[in-house]
């Protein structure tokens, strides 16, 4: 669908009309200047000449080289994030990797001209270099992912985050030690422990002398968060293309959205009895503040949500379909959905429970930062928030984890099976319509 201007973009690029650009575009040229780059030496070397070498096939081949990347980025990411985890074997680790490189809603866009292999690449491997402690270089590749999507900034600002809270993590446990208070913990408490825990968060972010340290570990970031801000004051706006279609507001029912698509895509991690059953009974445990929660969500569905003009219009994404069948039947759907996003919410939060606060808080705020403000509903935004979170959770038993690549086998048969062979047209068009995400 967006290949129509994607690929005379890049074709343009591959000619050498580098101040020819399709205002139509909304993100920055990474995506065609890497392919130049990529497809102009390969060409020379190999001798090809004429108009295969910034074909459409060509061009569509980058992003099985990214797919390929994404592959072993998610194998090193895993083995990186759970490498104390001596129980996980080999075999579990690549398993898991297969399974998150065939993610349906990223794995469909391997096979056409699109941003997102080439987005989802270079924010992985930002944040691979993150953990690593290559600062320099995570930011570098962090700048690589920003040319291809500009909301992806707020990844280099989760790989700061990631710092920082290792760092606050590292001072809670200290102060744990001298205050000997068994009672709190850096990972999961009651309220007035949580509310100790933000205090002493502030309180530590606030200290001139960590804030010298923190600065000193995370100038990279800070350097690259800091031209993203002059950027924004120069373009006048993140978007650099058709800006009437993509307009920033607050739309806080996109968090819930993102739940439920969670829910969905790793129902074998967050659907299961078990889970269920810790859920009433947490219920019924705190029933004040599940109420609060479900007052607080009815406000912002009723005052925070908005339909693009692009979901009601546009019957070629499923999306589109999601909110007819769904959000269309009756007005008063999107609230009865909230016992199912409040639960969504608590099974997404509970397995990240392995964590530590501080860095499920520094995740949250990106989370909202990368969805909330976006007045569209589209898959493609939660590609990258849930895949940072599904690197994160513990591994699930030999069992499940096949369970899951099943599933997301036989999502990727049917919306290919879909795309191929149940065309459509318009009316007022005589072009083959397909179905996609």
């Given at each position: 669908?967006d290949?129509v ?5 890049a074709?343009?690029?591959?000619h050498?009309r580098?101040?020819?650009?399709d205002?139509?575009?909304?993100t920055?040229?990474?995506?065609y200047?890497l ?10 070397l190999?001798?090809w000449?004429g108009s ?15 797919s390929a990347?994404?592959?072993?980025l998610l194998?090193?990411l ?5 490498q ?7 075999f579990q ?6 399974t998150?490189?065939?993610f349906p809603?990223?794995y469909?866009?391997t096979f ?16 691979l270099m993150?953990?690593?402690g290559n ?9 690589c992912?920003?040319?291809f ?7 280099t600002?989760?790989c700061?985050g990631?710092?920082?809270a290792?760092k606050?993590n590292?001072?809670w446990k200290i ?6 208070d ?5 990972k ?8 100790r825990i933000l ?9 001139p002398?960590?804030?010298?340290t923190?600065?000193?570990?995370t100038?990279?970031y ?14 006048g ?8 279609s993509h307009?920033a507001c607050?739309?806080?029912?996109q968090?819930?959205y ?5 829910l ?10 078990t ?6 009974l ?23 949500t ?7 219009a546009d019957?070629?994404h ?9 959000f269309q039947?009756h007005?008063l759907?999107?609230?009865?959905l ?10 997404f939060?509970?397995t990240?429970?392995?964590k530590?606060?501080?860095w499920i ?15 569209l ?8 928030p849930?895949l940072?979170?599904r690197?994160?959770?513990p ?14 086998i ?5 919306t ?5 062979n ?6 007022n068009?005589?072009e083959?319509?397909r179905?996609?995400w």
């Amino acid at each position: 669908m967006d290949e129509v201007f994607h690929v005379p973009q890049a074709q343009a690029y591959c000619h050498g009309r580098f101040l020819q650009w399709d205002p139509m575009i909304t993100t920055l040229p990474g995506l065609y200047l890497l392919s130049v780059g990529v497809v102009k030496p390969a060409a020379w070397l190999l001798g090809w000449t004429g108009s295969v070498v910034c074909s459409v096939g060509m061009l569509r081949f980058i992003n099985l080289l990214f797919s390929a990347g994404n592959f072993y980025l998610l194998y090193l990411l895993l083995f990186k994030i759970h490498q104390k985890n001596k129980a996980v074997s080999g075999f579990q680790r690549i398993l898991s990797a297969l399974t998150l490189a065939a993610f349906p809603t990223l794995y469909f866009f391997t096979f056409l001209y699109y941003t997102d292999p080439g987005s989802v690449f270079f924010t992985l491997f930002s944040y691979l270099m993150c953990l690593y402690g290559n600062h320099k270089t995570s930011a570098l590749l962090g700048f690589c992912g920003f040319m291809f999507r500009q909301t992806n900034i707020v990844w280099t600002v989760f790989c700061a985050g990631n710092v920082v809270a290792e760092k606050v993590n590292e001072a809670w446990k200290i102060e744990l030690q001298k205050k000997k208070d068994e009672k709190i913990s850096s990972k999961k408490g009651s309220f007035s422990d949580l509310t100790r825990i933000l205090q002493f968060l502030v309180e530590y972010l606030l200290s001139p002398k960590n804030l010298v340290t923190l600065t000193a570990l995370t100038w990279p970031y800070i350097i690259l968060v800091s031209l993203f801000f002059v950027f924004v004051f120069i373009n006048g706006g993140i978007v650099v293309g058709d800006r009437s279609s993509h307009e920033a507001c607050l739309h806080f029912p996109q968090l819930f959205y993102f739940l439920s698509f969670t829910l969905f895509f790793s129902f074998p991690h967050l659907l299961t009895p078990t889970k269920i059953r810790k859920f009433l009974l947490s219920l019924r445990k705190h029933p004040v503040q599940y109420s609060l929660v479900a007052v607080i969500s009815l406000f912002l569905i009723w005052k925070f949500t908005y339909v693009h003009k692009y979901l009601l219009a546009d019957n070629r994404h499923y999306t589109f379909y999601v909110w007819r069948k769904v959000f269309q039947r009756h007005e008063l759907v999107k609230y009865l959905l909230v016992p199912f996003y409040i639960f969504a919410g608590w099974s997404f939060a509970d397995t990240l429970k392995s964590k530590s606060i501080f860095w499920i808080l520094m995740y949250f705020v990106c989370l909202l930062a990368v969805t909330v403000p976006q007045k569209l509903l589209e898959f493609r935004y939660f590609i990258l928030p849930f895949l940072i979170y599904r690197l994160n959770i513990p591994f699930l038993s030999l069992y499940r984890q096949l369970l899951e690549l099943a599933f997301y086998i036989l999502v990727n048969a049917v919306t290919f099976y879909l795309f191929l062979n149940r065309t459509f047209q318009w009316e007022n068009s005589d072009e083959v319509q397909r179905f996609m995400w």
